[in-house]
């Protein structure tokens, strides 16, 4: 993949069954890459769907309650200290535990809650930039369920590309009638 884009300039996604094989093909298979290309520069970028990245303004909404339980101070002391160094956003990049993991649907990125029209989020918005990442990128990694539903979307996440790389293809089936 590294070569091909690198060799014709174009784009190629590779789309993985689970997010440990992406991470897997992130910290393990790129940095081997980029030993065996050390002359040539090739972007890669990670890109999850939207519940998987923090959104500001639900954040901030979520702050706004007058009290909270115990699980939800914990909850919000893991979510604060975590943004002092992520650089992604991506909120597998924590480790919850029982109640905690509920509270995640209330400070992702959602389509209705998350519309990208106040410049003061969309400019912070980590969804936003790793699209742009993704957009810039020589190498996109993917999960089959961000590839099913960019297939069949009106307004494509995806930027524009003509190679992909369906790794643990026997999975697609399930993902699909999951979806």
């Avoid at 094989?21 to 290309?37: G, H, R």
């Avoid at 999850?48 to 339980?69: C, T, V, W």
């Avoid at 650089?87 to 990049?93: A, H, K, P, R, V």
């Avoid at 190498?139 to 590309?161: F, K, R």
């Amino acid at each position: 993949a590294a070569h091909h884009s690198l060799t014709t300039g174009k784009k190629v996604v590779i789309s993985t069954y689970t997010h440990t094989l992406q991470d897997q093909l992130l910290k393990k298979d790129v940095p081997l890459l980029e030993k065996l290309f050390s002359d040539a520069q090739f972007k890669v970028a990670l890109l999850k769907g939207r519940r998987n990245y923090l959104s500001y303004r639900r954040l901030e909404i979520f702050l706004q309650k007058d009290y909270f339980a115990d699980h939800e101070v914990t909850f919000i002391l893991k979510i604060l200290l975590w943004l002092t160094c992520s650089q992604s956003g991506d909120l597998d990049e924590l480790t919850f535990i029982g109640k905690e993991f509920g509270m995640l649907d209330e400070i992702c990125c959602v389509e209705y809650a998350c519309s990208h029209d106040d410049p003061e989020f969309k400019n912070a918005c980590y969804l936003m930039k790793a699209r742009q990442k993704a957009f810039n990128a020589d190498i996109i990694i993917i999960n089959h369920a961000l590839l099913l539903q960019d297939s069949t979307s009106e307004n494509p996440i995806l930027p524009e590309y003509t190679n992909i790389i369906i790794d643990e293809a026997h999975h697609i089936e399930k993902v699909a009638t999951d979806a």
